[in-house]
């Protein structure tokens, strides 16, 4: 049997990649992480495909314990700020395509240099999020 293939907007639409090999386009909304957890629960073995545009600096650092991320400048230009060793590491995104993979359980954040769109492919599973320092 062949499936039915659509198109989808990864603005509106994001994808939850099962360990597997499936594929599941959830929509975004208000609830969107809460309806992630009611249909997956904690995540495992499972990334998610995800893009955001931001013109201001994120206020949290975050980090993922199951897997690396994979983190995609679109368009504009962006630091890529890495706690490692006691230390921050910046690496500055400016050329549409570059790409970062961070490393399991590193603790990251962005600052915005220009209005920037950036694509994910993340290990939500154990994801720890806390307020930026300044």
């Not at 062949?2 to 959830?26: M, R, W």
């Not at 495992?44 to 314990?65: A, I, N, Q, Y």
Request: net charge negative; with cysteine.
């Amino acid at each position: 049997m062949t499936s039915k293939v659509a198109q989808f907007s990864i603005d509106s639409t994001y994808l939850v990649l099962g360990e597997n090999g499936d594929s599941t386009p959830i929509p975004v909304s208000d609830r969107f992480f809460a309806d992630l957890e009611n249909k997956f629960g904690d995540f495992k073995g499972k990334r998610l495909v995800s893009h955001f545009t931001f013109t201001e600096d994120w206020d949290t650092w975050e980090m993922h314990p199951a897997g690396e991320e994979f983190v995609c400048l679109l368009w504009g230009q962006v630091d890529l700020i890495l706690e490692q060793d006691g230390a921050e590491n910046r690496i500055c995104l400016s050329t549409p395509g570059a790409y970062v993979l961070i490393p399991r359980g590193i603790w990251h954040t962005v600052k915005v240099d220009r209005p920037s769109s950036m694509l994910f492919i993340t290990p939500g599973q154990g994801t720890q999020n806390q307020a930026r320092r300044q």
